[in-house]
């Protein structure tokens, strides 16, 4: 297949530019994107155009702002095959994984589309005669937009969405390994008619292009999503010039077994969300705490799962797990398996990369809490199992963690999983399903380490984030 040029669009004009190349994991010799290695002038002038352009962006009624919004998702559908396939060769995901990233960056298009009907204030009572008091939404104004590699349509989309209905421009810095799907994102967008300079896509390193963006005064509002160690450093550089910051970081995602559970499906749970999606989500189910009675037998039956899960190029019929996305990630993934054998770790199943990018699911065991890789992220197809003795015990080890995004549990036991529910600190809970996975119209974030803990992703309040509330009191004589 042939090399796609991305460029650059700052106030509605392609700019070409190369210095970032991407190679297919699955086949490394594939050059499947060129992306500019943009300097900070690029951002600066990609601030300009979206500060002259949002005004006019923002006096648009929000059904109107809504309606291109639908008219994307549209366009985007009618690519949906082509932007899926070329989301596994710059990314790795298997094609299912894929067409149903895609399938849900359609899906936020629509319902934040949508939310161009609802969007709004509220009247409230006026304790003064002759008096009318309500709210109003008003956009924050020129909003910039950090977005990782491992889901490079998706998150762009449940980001841009709410930005987008709630009246702000946007300057986007995709991630760099993945500038191919959201390239097919941002085309739709402005195929459906958004004005220029609304929407500006800067690529190049975050070094360079993401530090000019946070640090551009305006820019009202910074959104990111990535590791927790640049994360905190954005949400500090933001803060310090009394930005407002949305960061969405790692985790070190639990699943704790209990003794009545069906172990053979928890298994299929603990398999489906740590070696899924290459176990590259910041909601994987990384590490896996037992009760005594199903310890042994869960290894056991997560090793068997771990088998079916070979990896391969995701193109491939049959193919439930790609390849890692990149050099630089397998080194940390294989460096993080070895720790935890130096640490002590047995390795139940997997632990090598036979070929290129494609490492085997890799199942840990024989772990304590205070291994490495029972409390760092790994972020790969690599899941730690560890014992408790008994739910008070499982849910200490749970809340023993600097993260906070998701946790689950696997029980036949409604009151177990109440418990579990109530007294774990995390974002999103998850009882007898996969961590991984979330409806969209359902607000996402974490505590912790995992997030800013401020504003959610994802559903109506997510505008909260792109938007700030006005209080009016309107008056009149007689």
């Known amino acids: 297949m042939s090399t796609v040029q991305i460029p650059n669009l700052i106030a509605g004009e392609e700019v070409v530019g190369d210095g970032l190349e991407r190679y297919n994991p699955a086949d490394p010799a594939e050059l499947v994107a060129v992306a500019p290695a943009s300097g900070a002038e690029a951002i600066d002038a990609a601030v300009a155009a979206a500060a002259a352009a949002q005004p006019g962006w923002a006096a648009l009624p929000a059904p109107a702002r809504g309606a291109i919004l639908l008219d994307a998702a549209e366009i985007l559908r009618g690519r949906h095959e082509e932007a899926a396939r070329d989301l596994v060769r710059e990314e790795g ?109 800067v690529h190049g390193s975050g070094a360079v292009v993401g530090e000019a963006l946070v640090r551009d005064p305006r820019v009202a509002a910074v959104s990111f999503t990535g590791s927790t160690r640049v994360g905190m450093r954005i949400e500090r550089a933001v803060q310090e010039r009394r930005g407002r910051v949305q960061v969405e970081m790692g985790g070190k995602n639990a699943l704790v077994v209990l003794d009545d559970a069906d172990v053979e499906q928890a298994a299929r749970i603990a398999a489906a969300g740590g070696f899924g999606l290459t176990g590259q989500a910041c909601t994987a189910s990384s590490r896996v705490i037992c009760t005594p009675g199903v310890h042994d037998d869960f290894v056991a039956a997560l090793a068997k799962e ?150 959610r992703e994802q559903g109506a309040a997510a505008v909260d984030f792109y938007t700030w509330s006005k209080s009016v009191y309107l008056g009149w004589e007689g």
């Open 93 to 201: 995901k298997t094609l299912t994984e894929a067409r149903g990233e895609v399938r849900r960056a359609i899906d936020v298009l629509r319902f934040f589309g949508s939310e161009g009907w609802r969007l709004g204030g509220q009247v409230l009572p006026s304790s003064v005669s002759d008096t009318m008091v309500y709210t109003r939404r008003e956009p924050v104004g020129v909003v910039g937009l950090i977005t990782p590699w491992n889901f490079p349509i998706a998150i762009p989309a449940w980001k841009l969405a709410p930005a987008l209905i709630g009246g702000n421009a946007v300057v986007l810095k995709p991630a760099e390994l993945t500038p191919l799907s959201t390239r097919h994102l941002t085309e739709a967008l402005v195929r459906a008619g958004l004005p220029a300079g609304v929407l500006n896509v």
């Open 306 to 455: 771990a088998a079916r899960y070979r990896p391969g190029n995701g193109l491939a019929d049959g193919t439930l797990m790609g390849p890692v996305v990149s050099e630089q990630q397998l080194a940390t993934i294989t460096a993080a398996i070895e720790q935890a054998m130096a640490e002590g770790a047995t390795v139940a199943a997997g632990g090598e990369a036979p070929e290129g990018l494609m490492l085997a699911p890799t199942v840990l065991s024989g772990l304590n809490q205070e291994n490495t890789a029972a409390r760092e992220e790994i972020f790969g197809p690599v899941v730690a199992v560890l014992s408790a003795a008994d739910l008070d015990d499982a849910i200490n080890l749970v809340n023993d963690s600097r993260y906070g995004l998701a946790a689950g549990i696997c029980t036949r036991s409604l009151a177990a999983a109440q418990r579990f529910a109530a007294a774990v600190r995390v974002g999103v809970v998850k009882v007898n399903r996969p961590t991984t996975g979330l409806d969209l119209n359902v607000p996402f974030g974490g505590v912790g380490d995992s997030s800013s803990n401020t504003f």
